[in-house]
């Protein structure tokens, strides 16, 4: 099994791969729903429903043995669709669904397609995390495409805009950093150094609250063009939620998942709000896009304070 998973390549179809690409599918079709006349189309016809309508469909090979595959099926002039994703089980867990997406994607734009769609089931989760780390967003999903679709996705080629690095880099940052601070102690984590001060559990329970205010914010802004909403009293804030007594361990699980979560929250703006303002108290109007880069950089600040107590990264932050 390892040389095969080591000798992975994606090559294109031939008519003698066709059988294996309603096989690959037809397994995982009827593993969790009913083949549809659909699939009998696309799947046994392929020749003419998909590659016949100037569709495409690319392998992945394991050695001699064909593995996975992935079909684009155009729609019109500027959009395709990318169905029939399918990984055989036995090399489920190596990327291979990761990489085949991937090169799918390169030929749509290749191709000069401007729109990507898909359509899924909100029961094949692995499959919805995949799309939505690509960049797809849901959309309106229209009734009679396929009986067990139940969720759209959609990618625009070129519409890969900042909130896209902003949560990278969160995302990477939340990696790193939860490892980090699981090395400090719950006594360490609750000293007080300076009279006055926090202590480091009420560092990250301050980053939780700043989670909270800022996640309310960056899905109001997204309705209105013009988002006015109160501050939060940091101090008020960190004393009535009452981090100093919190298991610190807990804390740290609290303040990963709630910003893992801010990972797809921020993902998931539509480029064309992120002009939209934001005016908190009196302060004067900020766009969603200052908002969210500033919601990095104010992490970044206090994981360096935690960094000065304790040295637990030598690179800056």
Wanted: net charge neutral.
């Amino acid at each position: 099994m390892n040389t095969a998973i080591n000798s992975i390549r994606l090559i294109g179809c031939e008519p003698a791969l066709l059988p294996h690409f309603e096989r690959l599918n037809r397994h995982w079709i009827e593993k969790y729903f009913t083949f549809e006349p659909a699939d009998v189309d696309a799947l046994q016809q392929a020749d003419t429903h998909i590659l016949g309508k100037g569709g495409t469909i690319i392998f992945a090979a394991a050695g001699n043995e064909i593995v996975g595959t992935v079909a684009l099926k155009p729609i019109d002039a500027t959009t395709t669709e990318m169905t029939k994703l399918a990984v055989d089980e036995k090399f489920q867990g190596y990327k291979i669904g990761w990489r085949l997406v991937k090169e799918i994607m390169h030929l749509a734009e290749e191709q000069g397609y401007k729109k990507v769609v898909l359509y899924s089931n909100t029961i094949l989760v692995p499959a919805l995390n995949m799309y939505e780390k690509f960049g797809f967003r849901e959309i309106p999903v229209e009734a009679g495409r396929y009986q067990r679709s139940n969720i759209k996705m959609e990618y625009t080629f070129g519409e890969q805009g900042p909130q896209y690095a902003v949560a990278a880099e969160l995302g990477a940052l939340i990696t790193d950093w939860e490892q980090l601070l699981s090395g400090i102690s719950d006594q360490q984590a609750a000293v007080r150094l300076r009279s006055g001060k926090w202590s480091i559990k009420e560092i990250l329970g301050h980053l939780v609250d700043s989670a909270i205010n800022n996640n309310v914010r960056i899905i109001r802004a997204q309705q209105i063009s013009l988002l006015e909403i109160p501050g939060y009293d940091q101090e008020f804030w960190a004393k009535g939620q009452a981090w100093q007594f919190m298991n610190w361990q807990n804390l740290i699980k609290l303040w990963t998942v709630f910003n893992q979560h801010l990972v797809l929250t921020i993902r998931a703006i539509p480029t064309e709000v992120l002009k939209h303002s934001v005016k908190v108290n009196e302060n004067e109007p900020v766009t969603l896009r200052y908002l969210i880069e500033d919601y990095l950089i104010h992490m970044k600040h206090h994981l360096s304070q935690i960094n000065e107590l304790f040295n637990l990264k030598k690179d800056t932050i």
